[in-house]
């Protein structure tokens, strides 16, 4: 019974093609995020949630759209994907109060070639 | 430009000794502080976390150190043992927004 599952693990893909990332917490958090961990390792906070409105947008490239059909699920849909794009992109949820830590979903390896 | 440092990308530590792993950050507005654990393939793991009006958190093995005057953290394993080998993160959060911002990580190496 995964906390946070994403889906897929993996996703090799084509310059230029679309794809997109599901994740699905069952904590009952009203916050989900998406974070990009690049090549340096760099865990860079890209897009949250809270009870399915947009409240962070890190001036991601607009090819990158979140789409939150209910509070338990933010999937992530990518544009015309760049070779740049490649990265491990992690899901996760709070509590969205004072002090609650993050609780992540074990990433997908998007692989732009 | 970046709030949150890990300056020591790796440390190794006998098995049995204490692990040592530091943070520094720069905005002092900041007032929630967290470690996470990572495995190689998996997401990072809630560790251990301290607010800002407390200066130490213990739990277990694990405790962890505030120092707000030097905006400092850190995180102390004692003993380390072989399966705490893994990247640390530490992240910290300005509470009123919902921005969790991390370091680089650090690779711990335990040796048995």
């Known amino acids: 019974d995964t906390a946070v599952s994403q889906t897929p693990k993996y996703l090799v893909t084509q310059m230029g093609n679309d794809k997109s990332i599901k994740c699905e917490q069952n904590l009952g958090h009203d916050t989900m995020y998406w974070y990009k961990q690049d090549s340096k390792k760099f865990l860079k906070i890209m897009f949250s949630y809270n009870n399915k409105e947009l409240i962070i947008n890190e001036t991601v490239p607009n090819r990158f759209s979140p789409k939150s059909p209910d509070k338990a699920h933010l999937n992530l849909h990518i544009n015309s994907l760049e070779l740049g794009d490649s990265a491990v992109y992690f899901c996760?949820?709070?509590?969205?109060?004072?002090?609650?830590?993050?609780?992540f979903g074990n990433g997908t390896r998007l692989t732009v070639t | 430009d970046q709030q949150v440092k890990q300056n020591s990308p790796s440390l190794s530590v006998q098995e049995g000794r204490i692990s040592i792993l530091n943070c520094d950050y720069t905005n002092s507005m900041f007032d929630y502080f967290l470690w996470y654990k990572k495995y190689p393939a998996e997401g990072p793991t809630f560790l251990i976390s301290i607010s800002s009006i407390k200066d130490k958190n213990e739990d277990g093995r694990f405790t962890v150190f505030l120092n707000k005057s030097a905006k400092h953290l850190s995180l102390h394993i004692v003993p380390s043992q072989p399966g705490d080998s893994a990247v640390y993160f530490c992240?910290?959060?300005?509470?009123?927004?919902?921005?969790?911002?991390f370091g680089t990580g650090t690779r711990l190496k335990v040796l048995a």
């Open positions: 992240a910290t959060l300005h509470s009123g927004t919902y921005k969790y911002i």
């Open positions: 996760a949820s709070s509590q969205g109060t004072a002090n609650s830590p993050l609780h």
